[in-house]
């Protein structure tokens, strides 16, 4: 017997199957919720009732959903070669994808690696660091450092640096010898600033704190997100990077920018390290590099690291490391294509140009009812909410809801709702979108 088609808007019969990721699943299947179309920056559910993405999906449909020029691409490649590994083989063109991405990174970083997500990219980023330190004779160097309330993905390396702790207790010790950095969210001195936070860029020297407690020339790297995404979308205070950046190089010691989040355009340029004029040893990045479209992350790594593996006396494989889909044919057709949407569309610099906008109708929340921050830069956002008493996020809860039911989709972090909308958002839509928020706060007690 043939299997029944499926009809996408239709609910389906079974739902226990699937576990889904980071999900209440049994409150799922009461009342289940699905998406079954998406144009542009718009999504339809199963019930035919349209919202504005303002999420990007999970901060990674930068150029919008469906996109003709991407789907185009994947077909033709799965007509050409739909895989090939890159095991001492490969194909043409993951090297001319690559050629190509580079040259669009911080000066320097002229090699990147190929992963699948983001979770890849970091544990990826952290093996290289510390196998880089055992090629220069530096075994000693195995310590990681992380931040507070930092996301770095769900691999073992990933949550041994991150710091939001529902993420991390239910699998024991994970890796030895790691440390974290105070986070940098102070809504007491920086709350509805414009821009990047002026208090905090004191919290850096904590990094000389750890490393006189545990010796310097026993660090590896320090891994940071440039703004932490789903912490809360905590910015940097002003002269934060830049401060870590001169103790990392003090001590010896990779600095990783965790651009998973912030990378392809989302603040302004290619990289947040652009953007905030700070050149890290290593950027990972994922989600918006292929529009989400097929599975693809990447690890910007200095010539310096790169050239430090070539120069290996030993023949044979340098690092023994990789993924069988690294590189792999389709996701890298897709890249190229996002490359071509971002290249003649301005996407990398487009939220630099509504930065100014976006500021102005996020803050425009200051001294709405229970709203006790608001945090943007470039086209990532986050309305901070009091807590009910004895009622932890249940009124972000809420007002998330309140704001899908009208047609806008944000996303709730703890007691924030958060928005980082596709890049080819307008301003008649960015108005729409904190219209809707601060319709909820009204009208959510």
């Known amino acids: 017997m043939s299997a029944r088609p499926i009809d996408h808007n239709l609910v389906p019969d079974k739902l226990d199957s699937f576990w889904m990721p980071f999900s209440a699943n049994r409150d799922f299947h009461e009342m289940p919720h699905f998406i079954v179309k998406a144009r542009g920056t718009r999504y339809t559910d199963s019930n ?44 043409p063109l993951v090297f001319n994808y690559t050629d190509r991405l580079v040259k669009h990174a911080p000066e320097g970083m002229d090699h990147v690696f190929l992963t699948n997500s983001g979770s890849e990219s970091v544990d990826t980023a952290l093996k290289i660091a510390l196998a880089y330190h055992q090629v220069r004779g530096e075994g000693s160097r195995i310590r990681l450092v992380g931040r507070q309330k930092g996301y770095h993905g769900m691999g073992f390396g990933g949550l041994t640096v991150a710091g939001i702790g529902k993420n991390r207790t239910a699998f024991g010790p994970l890796l030895p010898g790691a440390d974290h950095l105070p986070h940098v969210l102070d809504i007491e001195r920086n709350a509805f600033s414009r821009g990047l936070p002026p208090h905090g860029m004191e919290l850096a020297d904590e990094l000389e704190a750890i490393a006189e407690l545990h010796g310097a020339h026993n660090i590896a790297a320090v891994v940071v997100e440039p703004i932490s995404g789903a912490g809360g979308v905590i910015l940097p205070p002003e002269g934060y990077l830049k ?58 790594v200095s010539n310096d690291i790169y050239e430090t593996f070539m120069s290996i006396d030993a023949p044979g494989v340098e690092l023994f490391h990789g993924y069988t889909y690294s590189g792999h044919p389709v996701a890298c057709a897709a ?12 996407l990398f610099t487009r939220a630099r140009s509504l ?47 309140y704001c899908y039911d ?33 319709d909820a706060a009204r009208n959510t007690q």
Request: aromatic letters at 8%.
């Open 243 to 300: 401060r870590l950046r001169e103790l990392c190089t003090k001590h010896g010691i990779l600095l990783i920018f965790d651009e998973v989040i912030t990378g392809f355009g989302r603040t302004g340029a290619f990289s947040a390290a652009q953007r905030f004029g700070v050149t890290p040893d290593i950027i990972t990045m994922a989600k918006g590099i292929s529009n989400a479209t097929i599975p693809l992350g990447a690890v910007f």
């Open 335 to 346: 890249g190229m294509a996002m490359l071509d949407i971002c290249e003649s569309e301005d």
């Open 355 to 401: 930065h100014e906008f976006w500021m102005d109708q996020a803050l425009r929340l200051r001294g709405e009812p229970n709203v006790v921050d608001v945090r943007c830069h470039g086209l990532i956002g986050a309305v901070e909410f009091s807590p009910r008493d004895g009622q932890p996020m249940a009124r972000s809860k809420d007002i998330g809801k």
């Open 48 to 91: 035919g009732h349209e919202v504005l993405d303002a999420t990007a999906g999970l901060w990674c449909v930068n150029a919008g959903h469906y996109r003709p020029e991407i789907n185009a691409a994947i077909a033709a490649q799965l007509e050409q070669t739909d895989f090939a590994h890159s095991f001492n083989a490969s194909h």
């Open 406 to 438: 009208k047609g806008v989709w944000t996303r709730v972090i703890g007691e924030a709702v958060v928005q980082s909308p596709p890049l080819t958002i307008t301003e008649e839509e960015i108005t729409l979108l904190f219209d809707t928020i601060i």
